[in-house]
T-cell receptor, first 115, second 112 residues
């Protein structure tokens, strides 16, 4: 079966500090990977998605970036965090092993608080 | 712009009742529909997917799809307090992108 991991689970960072959130998927190959942000009381905002190693599509221009150095690893980064970056960051995957290639499954999430 | 609309709620139902959650979408060519459950502080969890008009049942959950009217519903029979959560509807068109459009969710409260 497939599992998706995210770490850290929670993070408190000062404004202007860098960020690195990691997501890994087990039990599948060549998954589509996604980063979402969910602000308090808000809906899911798609930030980035990737259909393969080194292939990143950005949905929202901002101070965040994403990278996919390995097939099942997706990293979200920032050089300088803003207060508005606070939120619940969710990694998701979809692929041939997920029942249908478009069905998304979410990781446990990282709660980020920028102070 | 594709839109997926859900009443934010909260929808409050007594234990044992049927909870009915509704979702409407704007893109007429949408063909894949998903319901997720999100407990407070947790990540969304897939409940059901539905692709054809009609009903699809899985345990206490029934998804209903009406493409002509552009709505999809989730019925929860014999609601339990453990069903209290936010329910997200997601809709996807048949294009090449694998990215669904999510609604903002409906908060459900099942009270004993």
């Amino acid at each position: 079966s497939q599992t998706i991991h995210q770490w850290p689970a929670t993070l408190v960072q000062p404004v202007g500090s860098p960020l690195s959130l990691e997501c890994t998927v087990e039990g599948t190959s060549n998954p589509n990977l996604y980063w979402y942000r969910q602000a308090a009381g808000r809906g899911l905002q798609l930030l980035f998605y990737s259909v393969g190693i080194g292939q990143i599509s950005s949905e929202v221009p901002q101070n965040l970036s994403a990278s996919r150095p390995q097939d099942r690893q997706f990293i979200l980064s920032s050089k300088k965090l803003l207060l508005s970056d606070s939120g619940f960051y969710l990694c998701a995957w979809s692929g041939p092993n997920s029942g249908s290639i478009e069905t998304q499954y979410f990781g446990p999430g990282t709660r980020l608080l920028v102070l | 712009q594709k839109e997926v609309e859900q009443n934010s709620g909260p929808l409050s139902v007594p234990e044992g009742a049927i909870a009915s959650l509704n979702c409407t979408y704007s893109d007429r060519v949408s063909q894949s529909f998903f319901w997720y459950r999100q407990y407070s502080g947790k990540s969304p969890e897939l409940i059901m997917s539905i692709y054809s008009n009609g009903d699809k049942e899985d345990g206490r959950f029934t998804a209903q799809l009406n493409k002509a009217s552009q709505y999809v519903s989730l019925l929860i029979r014999d609601s339990q307090p453990s069903d209290s959560a936010t329910y997200l509807c997601a809709v996807k068109d048949p294009g090449g992108s694998y990215i669904p459009t999510f609604g903002r969710g409906t908060s459900l409260i099942v009270h004993p």
